[in-house]
């Protein structure tokens, strides 16, 4: 079983629909990042969370630590939002990622 | 800051040949971490350094890989010889971390995509 483990693994949706990418992990975690990569494209770092919330545009990344548990949302999403959408944990005291299997979002427009 | 710098961006080869792949992270981050991405696998790590020193190269997959980071700037990552399934992209990743078990966030590099032939 992987430490880490995201739901969906692929999700389709209309322009604007409001969308949520889950994440659960089962290690003891420094802190929870979500990261996104395009199609062929590099990897960007959208957040890294350890309790709480954090916005960034119509991105918004919420963590649970008691429930071990992540969602990355997404509003008002566009096209362009089209993506592989990965969250990962870094350990305490052991900065390394572990990477869940990702989550490809197709917005149609 | 010009991010994470690696090169090449992409490399064909023989099987059989040996590869280098570069990577110059962040000024100022003092951890460095090589990933390797799959269809099948995923992302996975290969090994990653604190200080230039290697803390953990457990995923490395065999002696065929090597790793060096020979200073704070630079680091390689080397397959030799190379084989069809070291086929994939290659990531280098910076970030820099504080001994109280704090981590900052990551900065990717653009990939090396490597086909080996």
């Known amino acids: 079983k992987n430490e880490v483990e995201q739901s969906p693994q692929n999700l389709t949706a209309q322009e604007g629909e409001f969308i949520t990418i889950n994440c659960s992990y089962s290690?003891?975690?420094?802190?929870l990042h979500w990261l996104q990569q395009h199609p062929g494209g590099g990897i960007v770092s959208l957040f890294m969370?350890?309790?709480g919330k954090k916005k960034h545009g119509r991105l918004i990344a919420t963590i649970n630590i008691q429930e071990k548990h992540s969602s990355l949302h997404i509003t008002a999403s566009h096209p362009r939002d089209s993506a592989v959408y990965i969250c990962?944990?870094?350990?305490?005291?052991?900065?390394?990622?572990?990477f869940g299997t990702g989550t490809r979002l197709t917005i149609i427009p | 800051d010009a991010g994470v710098i690696q090169s090449p961006r992409h490399e064909v080869t023989e099987m059989g040949q040996e590869v280098t792949l570069r990577c110059k992270p962040i000024?100022?981050?003092?951890?460095l971490f090589w990933y390797r991405q799959t269809m099948m696998r995923g992302l996975e790590l290969l090994i990653y350094?604190?200080?230039?020193?290697?803390?953990?190269d457990s995923g490395m997959p065999e002696d065929r890989f090597s790793a060096k980071m020979p200073n704070a700037s630079f680091s390689t990552l080397k397959i030799q010889p190379s084989e069809p399934r070291d086929s994939a992209v290659y990531f280098c990743?910076?970030?820099?971390?504080?001994?109280?078990?704090?981590?900052?966030?990551?900065?990717f590099g653009s990939g090396t995509r490597l086909t080996v032939v």
């Open positions: 990743a910076s970030t820099s971390y504080k001994r109280q078990g704090v981590n900052y966030g990551y900065t």
């Open positions: 290690v003891g975690i420094s802190a």
């Open positions: 969370l350890s309790s």
């Open positions: 990962a944990a870094s350990n305490f005291g052991n900065e390394k990622l572990t």
């Open positions: 000024s100022g981050h003092n951890s």
């Open positions: 350094f604190n200080n230039n020193v290697p803390i953990d």
